[in-house]
């Protein structure tokens, strides 16, 4: 190819209408935990991904493969059936060396368990600001509904995410990004499962199911035996493989620690 050529599909890359793809900074699928009223946590997220390609869905963008993401969560709990939080992000890429990546807050609601026996439904709320490299629109936000299914031994979540710009060319156009758990208790103080992650683009617009971002990682919690007293320590830990060559961190590295106080 030449660079006139390069220079044209980069271009051409630029202009399709793309969505903010799966989330760098919190890969996570939300259940029904929440933190009592007045009780405070926090959490650090860690996940490096390589393998994919480091060209930029538009001018500015830090590329995702070869890239870290962190963010540290302070949350407290407020009433039985909800909790506040706030993230700072930052990334680490490659000629953008380490930088501040934003910031996000959240609303999580659930039902109370007592309510619902084992099944679990909520929604999580969030609006944040990032800076260009990290999207093309500066503010976002994002609906996630909560439901799911958990016992002794075994635990299902899904979170149908909805999500769209604030501001920017795509401004309130709906994004879906559904992610899942399943989830096994082995009994022995951990649990052991997999996590699916999308982006499959604007509602408005679905792109060929080949276009998908798609991650699937296995993974490692702590998780009490059935019996056992809940640890105020929290730990997921997973390593994904993507599912489409669409997406741009084809492995991906993940870690989770908290702790309730």
């Known amino acids: 190819m030449t660079a006139r050529h390069a220079a044209l599909a980069a271009a051409l890359l630029w202009a399709l209408p793309a ?3 799966v989330d760098p900074f919190e890969i996570q699928v939300y259940g029904p935990d929440l933190n009592e009223p007045g009780q ?6 860690l996940n490096y991904a390589w393998g994919g390609s480091t060209a930029p869905a538009y001018p500015g963008q830090a590329p995702l493969s070869q890239a870290g993401h962190y963010s540290l969560e302070a949350a407290v709990g407020v009433l039985e059936w909800l909790d506040l939080g706030a993230y700072l992000l930052t990334f680490s890429a490659p000629d953008f060396g380490y930088q501040y990546g934003g910031w996000k807050v959240r609303a999580k609601m ?4 007592r309510l619902t026996g084992a099944f679990f439904f909520g929604l999580n709320v969030e609006v944040g600001r990032v800076p260009l490299s990290v999207d093309s629109a500066a503010w976002g936000t994002e609906f996630r509904p909560i439901l799911g299914w958990s016992d002794d031994w075994l ?4 979170n149908p995410i909805l999500g ?3 501001d ?3 401004a309130f156009r709906v994004e879906f990004g559904p992610c899942a758990k399943l989830e096994v208790n082995t009994q022995l103080w951990f649990g052991v499962g997999l996590e699916y992650y999308s982006s499959m683009g604007f509602l408005d617009a679905l792109p060929p199911a080949s276009q998908f971002q798609q991650i699937l990682f296995a993974v490692l919690d ?4 059935k019996g056992g007293e809940e640890s105020p320590w929290e730990l997921n830990f997973g390593v994904g493989r993507a599912l489409t060559a669409a997406t741009p961190q084809q492995w991906e590295v993940k870690a989770i620690v908290g702790r309730s106080f």
């Open 110 to 113: 659930v039902v109370p368990r």
């Open 19 to 21: 969505g903010a793809g």
């Open 164 to 166: 769209f710009a604030l």
């Open 168 to 170: 920017g060319p795509d």
């Open 40 to 45: 405070f946590s926090l959490e650090l997220h």
């Open 222 to 225: 702590l998780m009490p035996p």
């Open 155 to 158: 635990y299902v979540a899904v």
